[in-house]
């Protein structure tokens, strides 16, 4: 398994930190092949994946465990994870934080909405009050065993209060004692420059480009002059992979047959190769009962 350095490493390093989204383990092993560092665990992307739902708060807690224990059994990427509001008050955000740190959560995401959340790009949004959130970063932090074990604060509270007011929260977490600060979809360039300039200098900014979301499409090189830290693209390997399996099977529709579509898609071997098939065969062997079998 690869070694990766921690999340405070990556934003301490050269250049903004850059995160694909993930949903599985096989998802990470394909991040962590592409030479990235870290991975953002999305729920909006569990919620889509497991359940062919939208990102509307029906992920569990336990769900979102369960899949972070199997990506940090398979992959040793930095694992920044995605906890909504913490699934409930400032006790469940405590018991939250211990069961995803334990999981292998590197860094540990918390939103100021109401429960149940949903997707930051879609209308409706309702929020809890400023000073809750707050108890639930101090919470957080209580929790953590670890101070590498970064707690994000999300606040939403641009499209729910407008601009102004997101900033005034932004506030209060910073003060709070966030270690990275996350203002979701900003509506316009314009904004994300006004955040940067209040908070770039204090603490590490998260962009999130969500493909056909609120927030201006921008390069991780584009975010980074304006001064992002750290960029997720947490739904983009979903939207690329479903593309893909729309046009695959309209394919095998057309023709009875994968042959067509052949040279998109990966073959037996080449699937094996990927998950590493002949390793574990290989090391299955040396526990084989004939290396230990009684010879006398």
């Known amino acids: 398994m690869m070694s990766h350095p921690t999340i405070k490493d990556q934003l301490s390093g050269d250049g903004i930190v850059v995160t694909p989204g993930v949903f599985d383990a096989l998802g990470a092993v394909l991040v962590e092949q592409a030479g990235f560092h870290a991975a953002y665990l999305s729920g909006a992307s569990i919620a889509y994946t497991r359940f062919g739902r939208p990102d509307i708060g029906l992920v569990s807690m336990s769900e979102v465990a369960d899949t972070l224990s199997a990506i940090a059994e398979r992959s040793g990427l930095r694992i920044i994870v995605d906890a909504d509001t913490g ?8 018991r939250t934080v211990r069961l995803f740190e334990t999981a292998g959560a ?3 995401q918390l939103e100021d909405q109401t429960q149940p959340k949903r997707c930051g ?3 409706g949004k309702t929020l809890i009050p400023a000073a809750e959130m707050v108890g639930k970063i101090k919470a957080a932090q209580d929790a953590r065993r670890s101070s590498e074990t970064l707690i994000i604060a999300r606040t939403d509270g641009v499209a729910v209060e407008g601009f102004d007011a997101a900033l005034e929260r932004a506030e209060r977490y910073v003060e709070a004692g966030a270690d990275i600060l996350f203002v979701e979809a900003p509506q316009s360039e314009d904004q994300m420059q006004a955040i ?3 908070f770039g200098n204090r603490i590490p900014l998260m962009a999130n480009m969500v493909e056909g979301g609120k927030t201006p499409q921008k390069s991780a090189s584009e975010l980074e002059s304006l001064g992002y830290s750290l960029v997720i693209f947490p739904g983009g390997m979903v939207r690329a992979l479903a593309r893909t399996a729309q046009a695959y099977l309209a394919s095998l529709k057309e023709h009875g047959s994968t042959v067509p579509f052949r040279d998109n898609m990966l073959d037996f071997d080449g699937l094996n190769e990927l998950i ?3 390793e574990m065969l290989t090391l299955g062997a040396e526990y084989d009962a004939k290396n230990f079998e009684d010879t006398k």
Not at 87 to 94: E, Q, R, T
């Open 106 to 108: 590197a860094a540990i």
């Open 87 to 94: 699934f409930g008050n400032a006790l469940n955000v405590m």
């Open 196 to 198: 940067i300039k209040q």
């Open 121 to 123: 790009h879609l209308s």
């Open 276 to 278: 590493g098939t002949n």
